[in-house]
Structure formats: structure tokens, C-alpha cells
């Protein structure tokens, strides 16, 4: 079983800045990508920012410069910190990782969604 778990998140003024993290657990072998989607009501989930194993990094175009995605291979944690946030931010944002299990199958897992909120 694996598992992402995320935290942070919240309501924000627009301006603000807020952090979500994710951190994934149980019988982890290794992860590949991580990354974080958001889905806005009524629209579809799309891609915020995605890390590589290796450290590197594609963002949405509507988030580039506002909002970073770093990751902690020790702790299988990915984070996003996020900068001047307008209200168009407003989502549930979740997290995705590619994880190779203990059982060396290829897995693509989903965490349970946090919802931010920013307000004008």
C-alpha cells in the first residue's frame, strides 16, 4: 500500500502566500515525478508544477514565477510554495507521484485533495 498525504492549505488573501505539502509513505521502492494539480469548480484538473527525481521543474504558465515546487527524497515530501496568489488560484489542489513499490510495480498515486481559498 501506498499512500500521499497532504497538508497546508487554507484561505488566503489575494497577495498572500500559502505552502501545501505532500508526503507519500508506505512500501516505497522509489518515486519518480511529483507534482501537484489543482481543479477549480467546474472546470478540469490541470497541471500546477511537476519535479523530477532529479530536481527538475516545469510549471503551468499562469503559475511561472509566483509558485515553487521543490521536493525531499529523504522524506518523500513534495512541496509547493505559492506567491501571489489571486483569486483565479482558488482550487482544490492535489498531489501525484509515480512511485515504484517494494513489489516493483509502477504505481500512480493521487492524495486526497486540499482545498485553497483566495480571497479579493
Known amino acids: 500500500q501506498v499512500q500521499l498525504v497532504e497538508s497546508g492549505g487554507g484561505l488566503v488573501q489575494a497577495g498572500g502566500s500559502l505552502s501545501v505539502s505532500c508526503a507519500a509513505s508506505g512500501s516505497i521502492f522509489s518515486i519518480n515525478d511529483m507534482g501537484w494539480y489543482r481543479q477549480a469548480p467546474g472546470k478540469q484538473r490541470e497541471l500546477v508544477a511537476v519535479i523530477t527525481k532529479g530536481g527538475n521543474t516545469n510549471y503551468a504558465d499562469s503559475v511561472k514565477g509566483r509558485f515553487t515546487i521543490s521536493r525531499d527524497n529523504v522524506k518523500n515530501t513534495v512541496y509547493l510554495q505559492m506567491n501571489k496568489l489571486k483569486p483565479e488560484d482558488t482550487a482544490v489542489y492535489y498531489c501525484?507521484?509515480?512511485?515504484?513499490?517494494?513489489?516493483?510495480?509502477?504505481?500512480?498515486?493521487w492524495g486526497q485533495g486540499t482545498l485553497v481559498t483566495v480571497s479579493s
Open positions: 501525484n507521484a509515480f512511485i515504484l513499490d517494494r513489489g516493483r510495480r509502477y504505481l500512480d498515486v
